[in-house]
């Protein structure tokens, strides 16, 4: 209950107490809170108080209010270690005790585009393997990625299934590259209609777009991918060091 001999606002007091409800489990992902009213009641509170709560809480992604239709818990998101990590979605779903799999579109040896061949250092047209998969975790659609590997590093690569393994696992212990460094993209995009209805979002709603370039120990490029991520499921964490004293910082945001 709120602890009215306390200094902590009670907003925040409130707010905290709905998070221990969420975190405990006694409110679980897709619930639906109590109206405003009822908290006021029930905590002794204004509703302007409430209202602090229960926005401080949508920032922070706990929970979801949804005009006419009240206030939820927000889905569970899956993070990626965008820099500080050069873990796969495998991995990362893994690490939580979560499960993937993937459901394998196209599998296929494909020439590649100028812009492939560019993110890979490859003469255009080189042949390259393209593997397209709508993956899920826990059995919802998650993301959308489409990969691409130079043929002449994994020539059997198409024969090999791709539905609940690792590629960067495949890549090092079938063909021997150690994923050692990547360079990474993230922007906003919208979903067009395809890509909505493989995602179950709504067309034109955003998805966080990663592009991807991953190179081996030798620093041979062996992998590229773009990856559309369901905004509302996924969030990245970046981990940022200041440079050494007279070393110029990389930018890392870029106008376009």
């Known amino acids: 209950m709120i602890d009215r001999s306390s200094p902590v606002p009670y907003y925040h007091q409130l707010k905290e107490i709905l998070?221990?409800?969420?975190?405990?489990?006694?409110?679980?992902?897709?619930?639906?809170?109590?109206?405003?009213?009822?908290?006021?009641?029930?905590?002794g509170v204004s509703r302007t108080v409430v209202r602090q709560a229960l926005?401080?809480?949508?920032?922070?992604?706990?929970?979801?209010?949804?005009?006419?239709?009240?206030?939820?818990?927000?889905?569970?998101?899956?993070?990626?270690?965008?820099?500080?990590?050069?873990?796969?979605?495998?991995?990362?779903?893994?690490?939580?005790?979560?499960?993937?799999?993937?459901?394998?579109?196209?599998?296929?040896?494909?020439?590649?585009?100028?812009?492939?061949?560019?993110?890979?250092?490859?003469?255009?047209?080189?042949?390259?393997?393209?593997?397209?998969?709508?993956?899920?975790?826990?059995d919802e659609p998650w993301v959308?990625?489409?990969?691409?590997?130079?043929e002449a590093i994994a020539p059997d690569l198409v024969g090999q299934d791709l539905t609940e393994q690792s590629l960067y696992h495949l890549l090092r212990d079938r063909y021997g590259h150690e994923v050692m460094r990547s360079e990474r993209v993230v922007e906003a995009r919208s979903a067009d209609p395809k890509l909505a209805r493989d995602l179950q979002v709504s067309a034109g709603d955003p998805v966080l777009a990663l592009v991807n370039v991953t190179y081996d120990q030798d620093d041979l490029a062996i992998e590229t991918f773009v990856a559309f991520h369901r905004a509302d499921r996924s969030?990245?964490?970046?981990?940022?060091?200041?440079?050494?004293q007279g070393q110029p910082a990389r930018p890392i945001v870029r106008l376009v």
């Not at 959308?144 to 130079?150: D, E, I, L, N, R």
């Open 144 to 150: 959308h990625t489409v990969s691409h590997v130079p």
């Open 235 to 244: 969030r990245f964490e970046v981990s940022l060091a200041r440079s050494a």
């Open 55 to 138: 926005t401080d809480l949508q920032r922070e992604s706990v929970l979801d209010r949804r005009k006419g239709r009240g206030t939820f818990v927000a889905p569970v998101r899956t993070s990626q270690s965008l820099v500080q990590s050069l873990n796969g979605l495998w991995e990362d779903v893994q690490s939580m005790g979560r499960t993937l799999r993937s459901e394998v579109r196209r599998l296929e040896v494909v020439p590649a585009d100028a812009d492939v061949a560019h993110r890979l250092q490859l003469v255009p047209e080189s042949p390259v393997v393209q593997l397209e998969r709508l993956r899920f975790v826990d």
């Open 19 to 43: 998070r221990a409800q969420v975190t405990s489990g006694q409110l679980r992902p897709g619930d639906q809170l109590d109206g405003e009213h009822v908290l006021c009641e029930r905590y």
